[in-house]
């Protein structure tokens, strides 16, 4: 089992942010995009194991947005929409070898929430009995 707390302000910002260029007709991650992904890296680089865990696996991820206005706690209503913000996070998992791919996470909890305290993002991964 691999479990942390990362404390930072998590993105906002998510893949579902394309822009295309009609000079070469490519589409490209926005700016934004692209240091959101990069931030989530760094900051997922901490905590790489030494191996991935293999086979079925859970993944339970809960983010936390500051927000000294909300009661702590409360859940995230707003933009980002959890599954773009979910499909980034995982994918800089595969790519820092957490896991070797998301065809094995067979069980998935994610949340938003508000907090008043240290805003951050909470990760488990866990294997499933066979």
């Known amino acids: 089992m691999i479990e942390f707390f990362m404390p930072m302000n998590p993105p906002t910002a998510t893949a579902q942010e394309k822009q295309f260029n009609k000079t070469t007709g490519k589409v490209y991650l926005k700016s934004e995009a692209r240091a959101a992904r990069g ?14 865990l293999t086979g079925p696996i ?6 936390a947005y500051k927000n000294i206005e909300k009661p702590n706690g409360s859940w995230h209503q707003s933009k980002p929409d959890l599954d773009n913000i979910e499909k980034d996070f995982i994918d800089c998992l595969v790519r820092l070898q957490f896991i070797p791919d998301d065809k094995h996470i067979s069980r998935k909890i994610t949340e938003k ?5 240290v805003p951050g993002i909470y990760v488990k991964i866990q294997k499933l009995e066979e």
């Open 39 to 52: 931030i989530l890296q760094a900051h997922l680089a901490e905590f790489r194991p030494q191996d991935p």
């Open 58 to 63: 859970e993944l339970t991820v809960v983010w």
């Open 113 to 117: 929430r508000w907090t008043n305290e």
